[in-house]
Nanobody, 126 residues
Framework: QVQLVESGGGSVRSGGSLRLTCSVS????????VGWFRQGAGKEREGSAI???????SSRESLKGRFAVSQDISRRQLYLQMSNLKEEDTGMYYC????????????????????WGQGTQVTVSS
């Protein structure tokens, strides 16, 4: 089964930037959609952005302009570039994959994803 490993988290001041990396054990093109999710303390896990199996990208509307997802297909890596970070962005960030063979497309919904990385912590302070 596909394996995902996140890296790049850390502590940053408000207004700062971080780039998270998700390293995937196998090619996702035509096989998986991959997404970035986050969970703050006491909050539900929510989707931030996804790369579908056809390599199209979509993001949560509220994060557009600050968060951008991209990928390097040759490296099998997915990135989440986060800028102008706010304290409310603090949380654990996860990378997850969903097999493309399932109907329903690639929803930005944690329950739709099967394979998860262990997460990387992002802490934003004032």
């Amino acid at each position: 089964q596909v394996q995902l490993v996140e890296s790049g988290g850390g502590s940053v001041r408000s207004g700062g930037s971080l780039r998270l990396t998700c390293s995937v054990s196998e090619s996702t093109t035509s096989r998986y959609c991959v997404g970035w999710f986050r969970q703050g303390a006491g909050k539900e896990r929510e989707g931030s952005a996804i790369v579908d199996s056809d390599n199209s990208i979509s993001s949560r509307e509220s994060l557009k302009g600050r968060f951008a997802v991209s990928q390097d297909i040759s490296r099998r890596q997915l990135y989440l570039q986060m800028s102008n970070l706010k304290e409310e962005d603090t949380g654990m960030y996860y990378c997850a994959a969903r097999e493309a063979r399932y109907s329903g497309g690639c929803p930005l919904r944690p329950s739709a994803f099967t394979f998860w990385g262990q997460g990387t912590q992002v802490t934003v302070s004032s």
